[in-house]
């Protein structure tokens, strides 16, 4: 059974760093991956997804990275931002089926 | 604007009431899905649908049900079954089959905030 591991669960960084988010799965057969900011009480915004053929996806400030085959992910943050406080959650798409799995998050706050 | 929309925002249920979440989009999708989202933890899958008039149990179906009537539309029920329901639902859809553009990103609704008075 796929299981997504994100460690830390919270985090505090000051304005300007850059800081990196993991997530982990236990099962490599996946059809693609994808993290999501939250917001307080909102619904989940796409940020970057990568397909399990490719290695890295970037967008702006913003790099996700996937390793297939040791079950890892992780998100890379430049020049990290007040904006950029939320909440951070990865989920993997089982291949074969139409069920993603999430992860519990990253809850993020970059400091003034 | 494309997107998905959800109704109402907030839903307050009196023990042994029937209540229904509405979930819309206009993204021609082909998938839709409901999850519910409780503290501390992550998405958990109640029902998904790959089509209209078909649909599969996700995780944690029990107490709930749903319907696939149109493609744009995709209505949760709470049942008096649901022993705690009580949570944030999401509801979100995305385009498996799109083609060779297709990146099955999926979309997400701003969320329903259901509690049990």
């Known amino acids: 059974k796929q299981e997504v591991t994100q460690i830390p669960a919270a985090l505090s960084v000051p304005e300007g760093e850059n800081l990196v988010l993991n997530c982990s799965f236990t099962?490599?057969?996946?059809?693609?991956l994808q993290w999501f900011r939250q917001d307080p009480g909102k619904g989940l915004t796409s940020l970057l997804l990568?397909?399990?053929?490719?290695r890295e996806q970037t967008s702006g400030r913003l790099n996700a990275s996937l390793d297939k085959s040791s079950g890892r992910s992780t998100l890379y943050i430049a020049a990290s931002q007040p904006g950029d406080s939320a909440t951070y959650l990865c989920?993997?798409?089982?291949?074969?089926?139409?069920?993603?799995?999430f992860g519990t998050g990253t809850r993020l706050k970059v400091l003034a | 604007d494309g997107g998905i929309t959800q109704s109402p925002k907030y839903l307050f249920r009196k023990e042994g009431q029937n209540v229904t979440l509405s979930c819309e989009q206009n993204?021609?999708?082909?998938?839709m899905y409901w999850y519910r989202q409780d503290p501390g933890q992550g998405l958990r899958l109640i029902y998904y649908?790959?089509?209209?008039?078909?649909?599969q149990k996700g995780d944690i179906a029990e107490g709930y049900s749903v319907s696939r009537e149109k493609k744009e539309s995709f209505p949760l029920t709470v049942t008096s079954a649901q022993k705690n329901p009580t949570a944030f639902y999401l509801c979100?859809?995305?385009?498996?089959?799109?083609?060779?553009?297709?990146?099955?990103?999926?979309?997400f609704g701003p969320g329903t905030r259901l509690t049990v008075l």
């Open positions: 989920a993997v798409k089982q291949s074969g089926t139409y069920k993603y799995i």
């Open positions: 649908s790959q089509i209209v008039n078909d649909f």
């Open positions: 993204l021609n999708h082909d998938a």
């Open positions: 099962d490599s057969a996946i059809y693609n």
């Open positions: 979100a859809s995305s385009n498996p089959r799109g083609g060779e553009t297709s990146t099955d990103t999926q979309y």
């Open positions: 990568i397909q399990s053929s490719q």
